[in-house]
């Protein structure tokens, strides 16, 4: 189910066939992670603070 107002960036590292894609939506406290391939599918949440954690730990 889409939200109304979320718009969902795929991944810039997704693969070129557009089929293995992490798209990420911007919550404003929050960042909402999910896979294109099923987008009315299981979604994650989590704090800005935390997401930003995370970045940092994948570009270390």
């Known amino acids: 189910m889409e939200h109304e107002g ?4 795929k991944s810039s ?3 070129g066939s557009g089929t293995e894609c992490v ?4 919550l404003g406290m929050g960042v909402a992670v999910r896979d294109s391939k099923a ?3 299981a979604r994650i949440a989590v704090a800005s ?4 954690a995370f970045i940092r730990a ?3």
């Open 58 to 60: 994948v570009r270390e």
């Open 13 to 15: 590292y997704s693969g």
């Open 6 to 9: 979320i718009r969902w960036i």
């Open 23 to 26: 798209e990420v939506a911007n």
């Open 39 to 41: 987008p009315d599918g």
């Open 49 to 52: 603070r935390s997401w930003g």
